[in-house]
């Protein structure tokens, strides 16, 4: 949930899941519809919504969305990763903490 208004963002997961695991569905509770789609190639782990982003987590890689259109900013290979683990930074000029991969 993106603090207290009505956007949300949903995961598949459990025995009978609506949604796929690998797709972030954001849905718009006031209109009572998905206004959004994120998909990826492996099950998405951890979703963070900021005012003016969307942090995806996977097992190995961290995307970052504009929340305004829902393009692209970055990706970012990490280390692996099985709960998708994000920590943001108060920092301004810093997004998120996240581990480096091993060269």
């Given at each position: 949930?993106?603090?207290?208004c009505n956007i949300l963002a949903l995961v598949g997961g459990g025995d009978s899941p609506?949604?796929?695991?690998?797709?972030?569905?954001?849905?718009?509770?006031?209109?009572?519809?998905?206004?959004?789609?994120?998909?990826?190639?492996?099950?998405?782990?951890?979703?963070?919504?900021?005012?003016?982003?969307?942090?995806?987590?996977?097992?190995?890689?961290?995307?970052?969305?504009?929340?305004?259109?829902?393009?692209?900013?970055?990706?970012?290979?990490?280390?692996?990763?099985?709960?998708?683990?994000?920590?943001?930074?108060?920092?301004?000029?810093?997004?998120?903490?996240?581990?480096?991969?091993?060269?």
């Amino acid at each position: 949930m993106l603090y207290r208004c009505n956007i949300l963002a949903l995961v598949g997961g459990g025995d009978s899941p609506k949604f796929p695991a690998n797709k972030v569905m954001i849905w718009d509770d006031h209109q009572a519809k998905c206004i959004a789609e994120l998909s990826f190639k492996s099950d998405v782990k951890q979703v963070k919504l900021k005012a003016d982003k969307i942090v995806v987590s996977t097992e190995t890689v961290v995307y970052i969305y504009h929340f305004s259109d829902m393009k692209p900013i970055d990706h970012i290979e990490t280390c692996k990763n099985p709960e998708g683990k994000l920590t943001h930074i108060a920092s301004p000029s810093k997004l998120m903490n996240r581990p480096i991969r091993d060269q």
